[in-house]
Each structure stands twice: as C-alpha cells, then as structure tokens.
C-alpha cells in the first residue's frame, strides 16, 4: 500500500500535467475569458467555453504552470481573490445558457498574501461556496493534483467531485499540520497519514464519488476516459428537473461526515 505521503509528493511532481494539459486533450475549441470585471485578471484560474464531444461546456482549472516564469505569473496556482471571481462570472454566464461546467483543481491553497485578504479573499471564496451550491446547471469538480483548502473548495461545491488516484485533497498541508500539532514540520509523513487526504481515503468517507485510474503514468488514456466519464454524467444530469438537481446536490454535502454512523 502506497503511504500517504508518498501520494502527496506525486501530486507535487513537476512533470504532472496541469490543468491547461487536461483542457486541451478532453475538449475541443476551447475558448479563454479573461477578468473578473472589478480588478484584474488572475493567470492562477483559466476560465472558458469549450465542446465536450461536441456539447458546449464551461471549463475553469487552477493553474500552476509549467515552466519557471509560467509558474511565477500563475502564482504557482495560488489564486487571487479576482480568479475566484472569474469563474464565478463564467459559471453565472454558464447557468444562463444552461451549459455545464467542469472544474480541474490543483493548487496548495488560495493565495494568502495581504494584497488578497485587502481584496477579499475569504468573501470571494464564500461567494463561491454558496453560489456553486445553488448553481442551475450541472457540475462536476475533478482533483487533478493537490487540492489545499478552501482554495480547492472555491472550485469543488458540485454534483460530482472526483480524483485522480495520485491526487490529494486536504484542509492543510501535511507540513502545515505537523508544525501545528507537533511544532515540527518534519513529521509531515506522519501528519499526512492523520489527514486522510488521499482519494481511497475520500472515497470510503463518502467525500467524493470518483477515483480515476491514471493508468500508470499513461495520460493519454486518462483524458479519453474522463472525456467519456464526464459525457455520461453530464448527459444524465442534464435530465433532471433543475429542482431535483440541486436537492441531490445539497443532499450530498448534508451527508458528507456521516458515513459509518
């Protein structure tokens, strides 16, 4: 059994594709908007439309970059409040014309620096939970790499959350819990173990519904699957009556934490 920790160092990994990797071999004609209309436009968070098998979707990725200089002015995938914000206004523009949206997340966590918190960070994430719950489309949120706290989440209320076998979702870096509990971020194996944050541990919580196979490395196949995952369940809840859609959605937040009782 692959220890936890050993997990998180290959969510980290330099050469994991990012989420611009995934956009650009599952969707076709994929168009980016840039800006969140009140400051800026964050590189940290890719927003656009896009066909999946032809339908017309909504893509957003947290993005860390690839190179050096691309990973600088994506903020290593550290989003501002602003990048929050556009995707909130694309998943606004995506509800109005009924197209579904798709998240990929990977990034430690939002931007924690003053400049964020002077703009509003935590309102923007807020703002984020509590319209993605009520979003009239349908919505699915794939982990990619890591998935660090309320950052991810920003990205994560949807109908379905799923992640990649090597990929991690947690409220804290391991590092940062053992300098928390133990005031040594040297036992972060340890912390990592405590956390519960890989995908089989996520999955037999009732955290998420999915873990995706990467098919040892081979990413390729990875993308023809998920086009494939992502068309059934779309296709499906596009069925529903949009009530029904969005009781199934709060239902699966209410029960999360309660698996065992």
Not at 18 to 33: G, K, V
Not at 115 to 144: D, F, H, W, Y
């Amino acid at each position: 059994m692959i220890e936890a920790y050993e997990r998180v160092m290959a969510a980290r990994a330099k050469d994991r594709p990012t989420s611009m990797r995934f956009i650009e071999n599952i969707f076709t004609d994929f168009t980016e908007m840039h800006g969140d209309r009140r400051f800026g436009d964050d590189k940290a968070i890719v927003a656009g439309i896009a066909r999946l098998n032809g339908m017309p979707v909504t893509v957003i990725g947290l993005e860390k970059g690839v190179e050096l200089k691309e990973k600088v002015s994506r903020n290593f995938g550290s989003a501002h409040p602003e990048g929050y914000r556009k995707a909130l206004r694309q998943m606004k523009l995506a509800e109005k014309f009924h197209r579904p949206v798709i998240c990929f997340v990977d990034t430690s966590g939002a931007y924690c620096g003053i400049a964020a918190e002077e703009r509003g960070q935590g309102q923007a994430i807020a703002e984020n939970l509590m319209e993605m719950m009520t979003l009239k489309t349908p919505v699915v949120s794939i982990l990619i790499g890591e998935g660090g706290s309320g950052g991810a989440l920003g990205l994560a209320v949807a109908d379905q959350v799923w992640m990649l076998e090597n990929s991690v979702y947690s409220v804290i870096s391991p590092e940062g819990c053992a300098s928390i509990l133990w005031k040594d971020s040297g036992k972060m194996k340890e912390a990592a173990a405590c956390l519960k944050l890989t995908a089989e541990d996520l999955f037999s919580l009732g955290v998420i519904e999915q873990v995706v196979s990467e098919h040892d490395g081979d990413f390729d196949q990875v993308y023809a699957e998920l086009r494939e995952m992502l068309d059934k369940v779309i296709h499906t809840n596009l069925q529903l009556p949009t009530e029904e859609m969005l009781e199934n959605r709060y239902a699966r937040f209410r029960k999360i934490g309660t698996a065992g009782l």
